[in-house]
């Protein structure tokens, strides 16, 4: 059975700062890696899909790697700002379409 | 182009009642998946529909349901509500692709809360 494990569970900085956040999986027998963002009360925002075959995906000031032989993935933000301030998930794709999510990173970004 | 949507955003139910969840996706996505998030559980999958027809469905009882129209938009139905129902259900759609899962797109949910 598929585990997802994200670490830390809250993590606070200053705004300005680069961050990692992690992903870990025990099966690596993934179709692909997406990354959400969560605001309070809300549904989930997609930032990044990694295909199983890519090593990494770029979107502005985000930027996820994939590594499945460890089953770990990070999300690297760079140049942190208040409005980054959010739960950030990360799921992985099982066949059919299935998403198994971490239980989140708790991301605060103080002004 | 309109993103995913869901209806109601909110309900309140009391325990033994059923309830009744829609979600239109994105024009022209085919699939559809429901997820049920608590604080305890976190996120869980609960079935996909893609042409239809039920194509996965995750580890929840048959008191919770589902269906597919032609026109790709879905429900979830619930059962003889109980107190642990109360949670946030949240819909997806995808394009799907018989070469692999694709990018999925979430809507804002629904908020049941079961008394």
């Known amino acids: 059975k598929q585990e997802v494990t994200q670490i830390p569970a809250a993590l606070s900085v200053p705004e300005g700062e680069n961050l990692v956040l992690n992903c870990s999986f025990t099966?690596?027998?993934?179709?692909?890696l997406q990354w959400f963002r969560q605001d309070p009360g809300k549904g989930l925002t997609s930032l990044l899909l990694i295909q199983s075959s890519q090593r990494e995906q770029t979107s502005g000031r985000l930027n996820a790697s994939l590594d499945k032989s460890s089953g770990r993935s990070t999300l690297y933000i760079a140049a942190s700002q208040p409005g980054d301030s959010a739960t950030y998930l990360c799921a992985v794709i099982e066949g059919a379409q299935k998403l198994v999510f971490g239980q989140g990173t708790r991301l605060t970004i103080n002004p | 182009k309109a993103g995913v949507t869901q209806t109601p955003r909110y309900l309140i139910k009391t325990r033994g009642q059923q309830v009744t969840l829609s979600c239109s996706p994105i024009?022209?996505?085919?699939?559809v998946s429901w997820y049920q998030q608590t604080p305890g559980q976190g996120l869980q999958f609960l079935f996909e529909?893609?042409?239809?027809?039920?194509?996965n469905k995750g580890n929840f009882p048959g008191r919770f349901s589902g269906r597919q129209f032609s026109n790709s938009r879905s429900e979830m139905n619930v059962s003889t509500l109980e107190l642990g129902d109360s949670a946030l259900y949240l819909c997806a759609s995808s394009l799907r692709s018989s070469g692999g899962a694709t990018e999925q797109f979430f809507g804002p949910g629904t908020r049941l809360t079961v008394l």
């Open positions: 099966d690596s027998a993934i179709y692909n």
């Open positions: 529909y893609f042409s239809e027809t039920q194509r």
């Open positions: 024009s022209g996505h085919r699939s």
